[in-house]
Every structure is written in C-alpha cells, then in structure tokens.
C-alpha cells in the first residue's frame, strides 16, 4: 500500500471532541502516518464552554519546524485547522514552504466561523490573515461564512445557486481556485457539499440532520485529508467524508449528555468501509 506521511497543525482542544483529538485518530484510521504539531493547548474547546484555559505554543513552532528540517522529516500533504494568532498563521505560511515533499498537497481548512459570526476570540485581523494562508493552499474547506469573511462577500442565510457561484468565483479570485465549499443548503431537506477542482463544479447533496453539532468540521476535514491522501478524488473524499460524518451526527443525537462533539469513534468501522469501496 501507498504508505503517505502528513503533517497536521491545529490546537488540542483536551476535553470537547475537535481539532487534534478529531484528526489524529481518523487521519491514523485511514492510514496515513500522522504527525501533530499542536498550535495551542486548551482544556476545552470554545465553543458552548466558559472558563477554558488556553496555552499559545506559538514559540515552539519555529524550533520544532527547525528540528524537522535538520533531521530531514518532510511532508506528503499537510493539513491546518484552528490556529491560535496571526503569528501562527504566518509560520505556517513558512513551514508549507520549508517541509513540503515534491508535490506536496497543502488543505486548508480555515476553521474560523460559523453560521454568520467569526469564533470567540478571531477578528477581521485574524479573518486577512488566514486569507492568505488559504491562498498558498492546494485546497481549502471553508463553509459559506468563512468564505464570506474571506472575500468579503454578503453573508446570506438562505441563498439559491447564482449566490454560490458568486461565492466561488469571488474565491477564485482572491486566489482560491480548487474548493470544497461545505454545508451549502438549498431546501429544507437537504445540505451538501460543492467540490471545485478548477473550472469543474460538481455538488454531492445529502440529507439534512435536524441538528448541528460542535466539531463536526474537524471530522469533515480530517476524513476528507485522509481519502485524499487514500488516492481518492477531491469529490469521492468529499462524499466519503460527508457520509462518515452524517454518521457520527446520527450516532450522537438522542444523547442530551453529550452535545460538546459527535460521537465520531463509533462510526470508525464505517468509514473504512466507504474509503474501501
Ligand atoms: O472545531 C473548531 C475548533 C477548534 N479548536 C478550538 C475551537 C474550535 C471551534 O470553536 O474553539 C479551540
């Protein structure tokens, strides 16, 4: 088997069920060799918690970098989620450049905002920041708010198909030519996700779930990388990755107890099977 070695860089949330207690596993399941570099530690996530600690380790990032590169570990693919600053953004700007293998493909996913609102904590700052972070990207997974703060585009809450092409194109434009556009909703019944590879557009609709769930895009991103990395095409990782996590939002829901993330290691088993098929 094609045996590739990632590198994913985004916060461990130790308690919440997102970021790196989200990608380490699913990215190992699908296996791919799966090497952290942790931009923060918090004791829980921020979304729906109060009172989390929150430890940058943002000085350690240029001397782990560094290490990597005397000792010659580079990088198939790597993989950014939530980042601590705009400090942060920008080393990682340096590591694509420095840890890349020939080829190397970099994704994005500019974990940020949602359902209108940037994440506690972010500005529009920050928000220019990872804008440029997205442009040095091979692909990147924004949902419709994120895009909008990264083009500055109207947010809509319900939109139709002529909205979205303004989406992508105003992305094509800022320098994102290759998207993976998520929860794009259309109907009551149905969400989905839009894969733009290019001048290609194609959409994989699915059923809509009554609820949203914290963490869910880590998980999206996470499987999406890995079936990715599986040798899949952008738009088989992105229908593989949407099943698997309508399948941990489902092995969740019912479960007034756990309402932080999704259950996303119950539908492991599953997951393998779609990136098998
Ligand atoms: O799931 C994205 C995410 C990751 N890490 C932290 C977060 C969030 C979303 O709120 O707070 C710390």
Known sequence: MDYKRILTIQDISCFGQCSLTVALPILSACGVETVILPSAVLSTHTGGFTGFTFRDLTDDIP?????????????????????????????????????????????????????????????DKYAAAMTRLCKEADVVL????????????????????????????????AGMPNVILTGVTYDS?????????????????????PVGSHGTGDVFASAFSGALLRGKT?????????????????????DDSHKYGVKFETAVPYLLEELNK
């Open 63 to 123: 001397s782990i970098a560094a290490h990597w590169k005397k000792e010659g570990i580079d990088f198939d693919a790597i993989y950014t989620g939530y980042l601590g600053s705009e400090r942060q953004i920008d080393m990682v700007t340096d590591i694509f450049r420095t840890l890349s293998r020939p080829n190397c493909v970099k994704i994005v996913d500019p974990a940020m905002a949602d359902n209108g609102n940037l994440y506690y904590g972010f500005d």
């Open 142 to 173: 924004p949902n419709i708010t994120e895009a909008c703060f990264m083009t500055g585009l109207e947010y809509k809450e319900s939109y139709d198909e002529g909205y979205v092409t303004e989406v992508l194109n105003a992305l094509e434009k």
């Open 234 to 254: 952008e738009y088989e990782s992105a229908r593989v990755a949407a099943n698997y996590t309508l399948r941990c939002i489902e092995n969740t829901v019912g």
């Open 189 to 209: 019944e149905t969400t989905g996700v839009i894969v733009k590879t290019g001048e290609k557009v194609e959409y994989y609709r699915h059923k809509k779930l």
